[in-house]
């Protein structure tokens, strides 16, 4: 029975490379049929090992790799006009606008974090989780502070379980045929989960509406033409909508959602994982804490120009995305073969970009695996392909918000470590993949005032 199998095995093996000659070198444990499913069931409690080790296999393998298990991923046609249509709401001028407002956002995170300061260690997730929901809900969707219980809460909770339902499917690949999928509890919660938050956004877009045509605004290319104040992504979403019908209200739920769980989600991981490091490091922090109150002098906020000048801030934030790489793998459907010079990627399938591998290249230097902000300061000492780095992804789906994220990073950090000492942990966290890499347990970290 053994030799039968064994022999029914080869010959499904040697079928399939002589219909597949050019396809990439496989990751271990790739069986007939299944593929790589019983590989993977080994970490359905810690999917971020499984990944890791396919990453870490590819870049030992000459960087490309196969990992047969299947794949459902949902094509947007619509793209490339929204995202054109989008470009507005992110450009320079606008961003510009938003520093007053993430300055006081960063304050009243300072002043939180202030009242429990030498009080003993705390998570720092449900602090900078308010901060930046606060931030977005002010930038992006125009809530004033007494309609942020629209989003704070509810919503947060609900990207919270949704993402885990993503993750839960994505190791488990007999979840992936949709006529098996939609027949579970999980496929169910996911859909109440879905109408919760579009509930929920719509409440936003509608108030949002009423008060923009009540106050007969006017939006210019995400500017108030009248005072010059900011005015939120939603607003320039409503004015193509309803001046142009350029957008459904669907389409308007779709990008705010993208837009408010890329800023939840993802800047406030990032965030914390430099707290953790600038404890971790206090030779680092204290360099930052002496540039920062070089820039700040005897202001109380800062300027776009402030934050140009926050050189050793911007090396460490780099550093961080590196080395942690928040989001370590980026997926994209292949609609037309890739023809490589040992390798065709076969139109179709699904080619995943290891983040992770590139920011730990052997291009980086043999210091590859150390945190060293300094690298940055020198340009001579980066590798030469500037694609080694991308942690906003890459090519023309790259995160449009990335200027926006930097800009609120190094604002909430300045203004933190000016007031307050750092300390905590990062050499033994132990690291889950939701989407984003996210600390196992509880990040703690302890404040002290700065005299």
């Known amino acids: 029975m053994l030799v039968v199998l064994f022999g029914v095995t080869a010959v499904l093996l040697w079928y399939w490379w002589k219909r597949h000659p050019r396809s990439p070198p496989s990751f271990p444990g790739e069986l007939p049929i299944i593929g790589h499913v019983f590989a993977m069931l080994g970490y359905r409690n810690d999917i971020w090992t499984f990944i890791k080790r396919v990453c870490d ?14 794949s459902h991923i949902i094509y947007a046609t619509t793209w490339k006009t929204h995202r054109k249509l989008l470009h507005p709401a992110f450009n320079q001028q606008v ?15 300072v002043s939180q974090l202030t009242a429990v300061a030498q009080s003993g260690s705390v998570d720092i997730h449900q ?30 909770n609900a990207i919270q379980e949704i993402l885990k339902i993503f993750c839960y499917r994505g190791i488990h690949p007999w979840l992936y045929p949709p006529f098996i999928y939609k027949r579970t509890a999980w496929k169910k919660k996911e859909d109440d989960l879905i ?14 509406r009423f008060d923009l045509k009540a106050n007969n605004f006017v939006t210019n290319n995400g500017v108030d033409s009248i005072t010059g104040r900011f005015k939120p992504v939603l607003d320039l979403l409503l004015h193509l909508a ?37 404890g971790t490091y206090p030779e680092v922090q204290e360099r930052v804490y002496n540039e920062v109150q070089e820039v700040f002098q005897n ?11 926050l050189v050793y801030l911007e090396a460490v934030i780099k550093e961080v995305l590196r080395v942690y790489s928040t989001v370590p793998i980026v997926s994209r459907k292949l609609d037309t073969d890739i023809v490589l010079p040992n390798y065709t990627l076969r139109a179709g399938s699904t080619c995943i970009l290891s983040i992770y591998g590139l920011h730990h290249h052997s291009s980086w230097g043999p210091d590859v695996k150390e945190f060293k902000p300094e690298r940055w300061l020198n340009p001579d000492t980066l590798p030469t392909n500037p694609n080694v780095y991308v942690p906003f992804s890459i090519g023309k789906r790259n995160c449009i918000g990335k ?11 300045a203004h933190i470590v000016r007031k307050l000492h750092v300390s905590g942990d990062i050499s033994n966290m132990k690291w889950k993949y939701e989407l984003v890499l996210k600390p196992a347990k509880p990040a703690l970290i302890e404040f002290t005032i700065r005299s």
Not at 254 to 277: F, G, K, N, P, R
């Open 242 to 278: 309803d001046g142009e019908h350029a957008f459904t209200d669907d389409e308007i739920k779709e990008h705010l959602d993208t837009i408010v769980i890329a800023s939840y989600d993802t800047t406030s991981t990032v965030l914390q994982t430099i707290l953790l490091v600038l």
């Open 403 to 413: 200027q926006y994220a930097m800009m609120s990073l190094k604002t909430s950090l």
């Open 127 to 156: 602090f900078v989780i308010k901060y930046v929901l606060r931030i977005v809900c002010r930038t992006s969707l125009g809530l004033e502070a007494k309609d942020q219980n629209i989003i704070d809460n509810n919503y947060a």
């Open 299 to 309: 202001s109380e906020d800062l300027s776009m120009l402030d934050l140009s000048k």
């Open 95 to 109: 961003l510009n606008t938003f520093i007053n407002e993430m300055n006081v956002q960063a304050r009243n995170l």
């Open 195 to 208: 109408r919760d938050l579009k509930n929920m956004i719509n409440t936003v877009i509608q108030k949002r």
């Open 57 to 70: 296999y590819s870049l030992e393998n000459g960087g490309l790799i196969r990992l047969n298990v299947g």
